[in-house]
C-alpha cells in the first residue's frame, strides 16, 4: 500500500516555542491531507483538511493561528503548533488520500509531542 | 448526519477463538466503510474496506468484515485470534463520494495466550 511518512515521532518542547510536524506522501500524490489529535484512550479528532496550494479547512474549535498547516506541495503538508502549552501535549497523526471517491486514507506513524 | 458506533471499548478473547468487533453506522447515502488497527504510538493502519460488491469483504492479516445493509453494520472478524492481534481497532465511514472519514470511537482488542 502507499506509504505516509510523518516526522519526528515524538518531540519535547518548553511551553512557548514552536513545533513543526511533517507529513510526507512517499510513493502517491496526495490531493487532500488530514491533520488529527489523539487523546489517551480516545478516538482521531479531526483538526484540519488542507488541499495543496490552498488554505486549510479547520474545524470548528480549532485555532488556525496556533496550528499552522501549509500544504505547499502534493506530497507534503506540516503542521505548526505556535507558542506551544502543555496542554497542547498530544498524539498528533496525519493522514493522505489519493482521492476521496473510493480510496482509503493512508496515515502516518503519528508524533507524540510532549511541551514542558 | 454520519455517525460510527463502535458499542464495545474493550473485547477479551482466548488465542486461537473466534473474534468480533463490532460496528454500526449512519450516513444520508451509501456508505464507504473502513476498518483500521492501530498500535501503541503508532498511526493508523488499513485492514480493509466495503466500497461496493460482495458484502463480505477480506482483508489484511487474516481479518474480514462483512456489510450488513439492513442491520447498518459493518463487524469485523476473525476465525482465529493471535495474541499479535491485540490492538486499537477504529470502524469508519464516508457518506459515498463525499465528506470526510467518520471515526468511531476504537475498540480495544486483548488476545490471551
Known amino acids: 500500500g502507499a506509504v505516509v511518512s510523518q516526522h519526528p515521532s515524538w518531540v519535547i518542547c518548553k511551553s512557548g516555542t514552536s513545533v513543526k510536524i511533517e507529513c510526507r506522501s512517499l510513493?502517491?500524490?496526495?490531493?487532500?491531507m488530514f491533520w488529527y489529535r489523539q487523546f489517551p484512550k480516545q478516538s482521531l479528532m479531526l483538526m484540519a483538511t488542507?488541499?495543496?496550494?490552498?488554505?486549510?479547512?479547520?474545524e470548528q474549535g480549532v485555532e488556525k493561528d496556533k496550528f499552522l498547516i501549509n500544504h505547499a506541495s502534493l506530497t507534503l503538508s506540516t503542521l505548526t503548533v505556535t507558542s506551544a502549552h502543555p496542554e497542547d501535549s498530544s498524539f498528533y497523526i496525519c493522514?493522505?488520500?489519493?482521492?476521496?471517491?473510493?480510496?482509503?486514507?493512508?496515515f502516518g506513524q503519528g508524533t507524540r509531542l510532549t511541551v514542558v | 448526519a454520519q455517525s460510527v458506533a463502535q458499542p464495545e471499548d474493550q473485547v477479551n478473547v482466548a488465542e486461537g477463538n473466534p473474534l468480533t468487533v463490532k460496528c454500526t453506522y449512519s450516513?444520508?447515502?451509501?456508505?464507504?466503510l473502513f476498518w483500521y488497527v492501530q498500535y501503541p504510538n503508532r498511526g493508523l493502519q488499513f485492514l480493509l474496506k466495503?466500497?461496493?460488491?460482495?458484502?463480505l469483504v477480506k482483508g489484511s492479516y487474516g481479518f474480514e468484515a462483512e456489510f450488513n445493509k439492513s442491520q447498518t453494520s459493518f463487524h469485523l472478524k476473525k476465525p482465529s485470534a493471535l495474541v499479535s492481534d491485540s490492538a486499537l481497532y477504529f470502524c469508519?465511514?464516508?457518506?459515498?463520494?463525499?465528506?470526510?472519514?467518520?471515526f468511531g470511537k476504537g475498540t480495544k482488542l486483548s488476545v490471551k495466550p
Open positions: 493522514s493522505a488520500e489519493m482521492d476521496r471517491l473510493n480510496t482509503e486514507a493512508f
Open positions: 510513493d502517491f500524490q496526495a490531493t487532500t
Open positions: 488542507s488541499n495543496e496550494g490552498s488554505k486549510a479547512t479547520y
Open positions: 450516513v444520508s447515502g451509501n456508505p464507504y
Open positions: 466495503y466500497i461496493t460488491g460482495d458484502n
Open positions: 469508519a465511514v464516508r457518506d459515498r463520494g463525499q465528506g470526510n472519514l467518520i
